[in-house]
């Protein structure tokens, strides 16, 4: 059974960073694209970031681009992502997911497993 288990939420003021990791148990996905997508109140969920497989190619959106960064370590099966300069309107519940394909795309539909969610809230 795959799980992801996402960790590294928390509560941070305004131009603070945290960084996010993300855990993939029950088999290795060495060959699977990995993102990250989040879910504000009342929001769809929207990508955030996504990986290659091997790490060789990233993708961001563009609210985030420049401040967050994307990595993974495929060894450990875990897929980083580390927020700097946070905004208050980066608060959300973040999930990770493992693509379907290696591309890093940023569609919802590109994915196939996802986490349950860790949440980060930046305080003005």
């Known amino acids: 059974q795959v799980q992801l288990a996402e960790s590294g939420g928390g509560l941070v003021q305004t131009g603070g960073s945290l960084r996010l990791s993300c855990t993939a148990s029950?088999?290795?996905?060495?060959?699977?694209?990995m993102g990250w997508f989040r879910q504000a109140p009342g929001k769809e969920r929207e990508f955030v970031a996504a990986?290659?497989?091997?790490?060789?190619?990233?993708n961001f959106a563009g609210s985030v681009k420049g401040r967050f960064t994307i990595s993974r370590d495929n060894a450990k099966n875990t897929v980083y992502l580390l927020m700097n300069s946070l905004k208050p309107e980066d608060t959300a519940v973040y999930y990770c997911?493992?693509?379907?394909?290696?591309?890093?795309?940023?569609?919802?539909?590109?994915?196939?497993?996802w986490g349950q969610g860790t949440q980060v809230t930046v305080s003005s």
């Open positions: 990986v290659s497989w091997n790490g060789g190619s990233t």
């Open positions: 997911a493992v693509g379907k394909m290696r591309y890093a795309l940023s569609a919802i539909s590109g994915y196939a497993y």
């Open positions: 029950g088999r290795t996905f060495t060959s699977n694209a």
